[in-house]
Structures are given as structure tokens and as C-alpha cells.
């Protein structure tokens, strides 16, 4: 006999989302997550794109969510997983790091999220959600007129500047090598008259007091330094998806992301995925929110088939 009907690893909008369903629909839930619930949205400083929220912030979003958990009495705990497992019965066991802590499920939903590459170089860490941002649709509107600068020349941030440049006053796109994007959005990038492409520089520094004023560039050929001061910093150097403890369970693609269908059903019976840990293209709080309520109704239906 399984512990829950259904555990819930992770507890950003589509894990929260998803409890809630689920309790709704009769489960036994546990929601578990190593960190404070609300998942990366707690480092947004400004949501406007949440319907009927209008200007919120992300931390304040992800407390009414997680006060709405609440409200329905799911459990959450703070666990560390290590590792999920599914026996010949269909039983799946959570193992988590935290005093050996296990529990067994019918269900699993995986919403573990993705971690947002970093560069790792100094006056990061200070300003990652106050003045640096990895979601151009998120944060873009608070800059409108002002200047900001895209960092990465994949599709992601070509894309992205393309949109910023119909609300910023100037874009500045710098890149280590070159632009690596479809040819016919890097050509649109490059007409654009507010946009400037710097290729070949490598950033050095992030620079600011309270919140970040600017950022320091570097020219691999040259050396040669230049600061540009700007309002805001997108990265786009890549996602990483936190998946590691789930790699035993043949769910995921090359690329570490989880493989789910239209019912958010992996091809192992009973784990579902939801959220920006999956194969998606469009990951935003509404998407993973419409993710998780769809998982956890295949949830039930399939602890349903079970009795």
C-alpha cells in the first residue's frame, strides 16, 4: 500500500497548481521541494502578464499560491530528492537526502524546474532578480524607453532582443563568439535601428550599488574593456534542467528534459511531468500552471484505474 496517491516534487506555479487540483480531486498529496515554494518566480521582481493580477511580484505571487495550498491543507515539506524508483507493481518510491526520508506513491508528478545557466563572473550573484533577468516577456515592459542588454546569440536571445527592441530605448546584444541564430532573425535583429550587435566579447563584470547600473565587457581579440550602462540584463546563455535525480527513470531526452504527452503522461505509467522541466516551447507561469492542473487531473484519472 502507497503512502499518497500522488507526491509532487517541486512546488513552483505548476507543482502548487497541481496540488491544488489534485486535493480537489480526492488525492493523497505530498508537495515536496528543496527550496522555498514558488520556484523561480520568487527572483522575478515584476509579473504583469498573470491574468487578473495585474502588476504583482513574483515572490508575492508565489506566497498567495502557495497561501491557496495551504488553505486546502496540502502537505509540503522542504526534501531534497534524491532519487525516484518504480517497482514491478507500479508503486513509486521517493528517496530524499535529508535523514534518509523515503515515501511511496501511486503517482509521481515531476515539475522540478529548470535552473537558468549562469556565467559565473563577479557582482552576479548581487543583482540575479534586481537588474538581471533570464525572461525577456517577464520583465521586458518595466524597461520600456530605457536601455538594456541581451547577453547570448542563440534563437533564445535573438528572439528576445527582437522583442525587447519594441520596448526598450536601446538594445545591446553582446556575444562571446557570434550570432548562432536562424540567419533570417539574426538578419531582422541586425536592421533594427535601436539594436547593436557586439561579437567577440566576454563579460567580465556586473556593476551597480543597490541595484544593477550596468556591465562590464571584454574583447577576446583585442582585451580591449568597454562598461555599458543599461537598466536591465537579460541572459540567454541556456537552461538546465533540474532533472538529475529522475535520470534512472528513462524519462528524459537527451537534454535532460522530461518527455510527456498532451496529458502531461511520461512513458512510464503513473510519473507525469509539468512546468518548465519539460519538453515545451513557451515556458511562463500560466503555461506551467495550465501544466500542472492537466497532470494532476491524469493524476487522478490513473490512481482511479488503480482501484
Request: net charge negative.
Amino acid at each position: 500500500m502507497a503512502d499518497y496517491d500522488l507526491v509532487i516534487i517541486g512546488s513552483g506555479p505548476a507543482g502548487m497548481t497541481a496540488a491544488i487540483y489534485a486535493i480537489r480531486a480526492g488525492l493523497a498529496v505530498l508537495m515536496l521541494d528543496r527550496l522555498a515554494p514558488g520556484g523561480k518566480i520568487i527572483n522575478t521582481n515584476e509579473i504583469q502578464n498573470y491574468p487578473g493580477a495585474g502588476t504583482v511580484s513574483g515572490a508575492d505571487l508565489a506566497i498567495q499560491m502557495f497561501q491557496h495550498t495551504q488553505e486546502l491543507n496540502v502537505p509540503f515539506d522542504y526534501k531534497t530528492v534524491r532519487e525516484v524508483r518504480v517497482d514491478e507493481s507500479g508503486v513509486k518510491t521517493v528517496c530524499c537526502e535529508e535523514d534518509e526520508f523515503t515515501c511511496t506513491a501511486h503517482a509521481e508528478l515531476l515539475c522540478t524546474g529548470t535552473d537558468s545557466r549562469t556565467l559565473g563572473v563577479p557582482g552576479e550573484g548581487n543583482y540575479i532578480g534586481n537588474g538581471i533577468s533570464f525572461c525577456a516577456i517577464c520583465d521586458g515592459p518595466a524597461c520600456r524607453d530605457k536601455d538594456v542588454v541581451v547577453l547570448g546569440g542563440g534563437n533564445s536571445a535573438v528572439e528576445e532582443a527582437i522583442y525587447l527592441a519594441g520596448i526598450a530605448m536601446s538594445v545591446t546584444v553582446a556575444v562571446r563568439s557570434y550570432l548562432k541564430a536562424d540567419p533570417i532573425a539574426c538578419e531582422k535583429l541586425r536592421s533594427l535601428g535601436n539594436v547593436t550587435v557586439l561579437e567577440g566579447w566576454d563579460v567580465s563584470e556586473f556593476y551597480g550599488d543597490t541595484r544593477l547600473r550596468g556591465v562590464r565587457l571584454k574583447e577576446k581579440g583585442t582585451g580591449g574593456e568597454r562598461s555599458l550602462d543599461c537598466a536591465q540584463v537579460f541572459e540567454y546563455i541556456g537552461q538546465i534542467p533540474a532533472t538529475d535525480c529522475f535520470r534512472g527513470l528513462g524519462v528524459l531526452n537527451d537534454a535532460g528534459y522530461v518527455e510527456v504527452d498532451a496529458m502531461m503522461q511520461t512513458k512510464v505509467p503513473g510519473i507525469f511531468g509539468a512546468g518548465d522541466c519539460v519538453v515545451k516551447k513557451l515556458r511562463q507561469v500560466i503555461t506551467a500552471c495550465a501544466d500542472g492542473a492537466i497532470a494532476a487531473q491524469s493524476a487522478a484519472h490513473y490512481v482511479q484505474s488503480l482501484k
